[in-house]
């Protein structure tokens, strides 16, 4: 059995992902609504260990390990530029 091409399948497919998330236009107001509130603005998994005011220790943002993550805050992007200049909302709610 021959293993050599995984690795080079799986890439295939992410860059394939990818190119997706980036050519991905947003032309409808509730999903970008949607998109705008499941995707977060900032690393959810950043975090500061406290005890009795002193912290311990920090928990990196972890998110930039993810393999999609500048397309994904990419894609949060086009629709807060959406929202804004097509529809003319106030997109400060989801900062």
């Known amino acids: 059995m ?5 690795p080079q399948v799986n890439n295939s497919l992410l860059n394939q992902l990818r190119n997706q998330l980036d ?3 947003i032309r409808d107001d509730k999903l970008a609504r949607l998109l705008c509130k499941i995707i977060p603005s900032h690393c959810p998994f950043e975090r500061n260990i406290s005890i009795l005011g002193r912290t311990l220790f920090r928990i990196p943002p972890l998110c ?3 393999p999609l993550y500048e397309q994904v805050v990419g894609l949060r992007f086009k629709c807060l530029i959406y929202l804004a200049d097509e529809c003319g909302e106030d997109v400060t709610k989801y900062c």
Do not use: A, H, Q, R
């Open 2 to 6: 021959d293993f050599s091409n995984k």
């Open 23 to 25: 050519v991905l236009e």
């Open 64 to 66: 930039k390990l993810n």
